[in-house]
Nanobody, 123 residues
């Protein structure tokens, strides 16, 4: 069993930055591929970024390439999402997810989900 807890969301102006963190319980964090998803009101959940268990493979949605960076510290059971040059359209609840297979994260099929953290970007 893995529990995921996100933090770091908040209100920021256009062009600002935020760093989200997702801390996982359990001792098998390093075995999981991780993903950051977001869901805005009235919109479908969207995969924003993903990382394989080692961090060697990463994925970014076109809408965030060059602005967001996913990273992980397996020793701290934590995955991060550094978000720069934020735009109003980045406003959403951001959730982290864990899956044993990297491809499953890419497909949105994750074994565990966090509760999410709200990110609001004002114009």
């Amino acid at each position: 069993q893995v529990q995921l807890v996100e933090s770091g969301g908040g209100l920021v102006q256009t062009g600002g930055s935020l760093r989200l963190s997702c801390i996982a319980s359990g001792r098998t964090f390093s075995r999981y591929a991780m993903g950051w998803f977001r869901q805005a009101p009235g919109k479908e959940r969207e995969l924003v970024a993903a990382s394989s268990w080692s961090g060697a493979r990463t994925y970014y949605a076109d809408s965030v390439k060059g602005r967001f960076t996913i990273s992980r510290d397996n020793a701290k059971n934590t995955v991060y999402l550094q978000m720069n040059s934020l735009k109003p359209e980045d406003t959403a609840v951001y959730l982290c997810a864990a899956a044993t297979a990297y491809d499953n994260v890419l497909r949105g099929i994750s074994d565990y989900w966090g509760q999410g953290t709200q990110v609001t970007v004002s114009s």
